[in-house]
């Protein structure tokens, strides 16, 4: 099993920045790339970026693509995403996921709510 906790969201101005941070703990030497999604009211989960265990590769979603920044440390088991000029369409619910290879199975952290609002 894999535990993943997440933090740094809150309330900011439009055009302002975040931090958000995801740790992970238990059987981390089973977990593989790692992500953020994030899921506004009414709509479905959309993935905002990806990053290989190595962190050689990223992928964003089209809506973050130049603004936000994935990025991870695996000395201390923690996947980042740093975001910046933030839009009110921004807001959110954000979710960590990680995901086992051999078994393709994902684990998700309880989500940390981002607020982009004047």
């Known amino acids: 099993q894999v535990q993943l906790v997440e933090s740094g969201g809150g309330l900011v101005q439009p055009g302002g920045s975040l931090r958000l941070s995801c740790v992970a703990s238990g059987n981390i030497g089973s977990i593989s790339a790692m992500a953020w999604y994030r899921q506004a009211p009414g709509k479905q989960r959309e993935l905002v970026a990806a990053?290989?265990?190595?962190?050689?590769?990223?992928n964003y979603g089209d809506s973050v693509k130049g603004r936000f920044s994935i990025s991870r440390d695996n000395a201390k088991s923690a996947v980042y995403l740093q975001m910046n000029s933030l839009k009110p369409e921004d807001t959110a619910i954000y979710y960590c996921?990680?995901?086992?290879?051999?078994?393709?199975?994902?684990?998700w952290g309880q989500g940390t709510q981002v607020t982009v609002s004047s």
């Open positions: 996921n990680a995901e086992n290879p051999e078994t393709q199975w994902h684990y």
């Open positions: 990053i290989t265990h190595s962190g050689g590769s990223t």
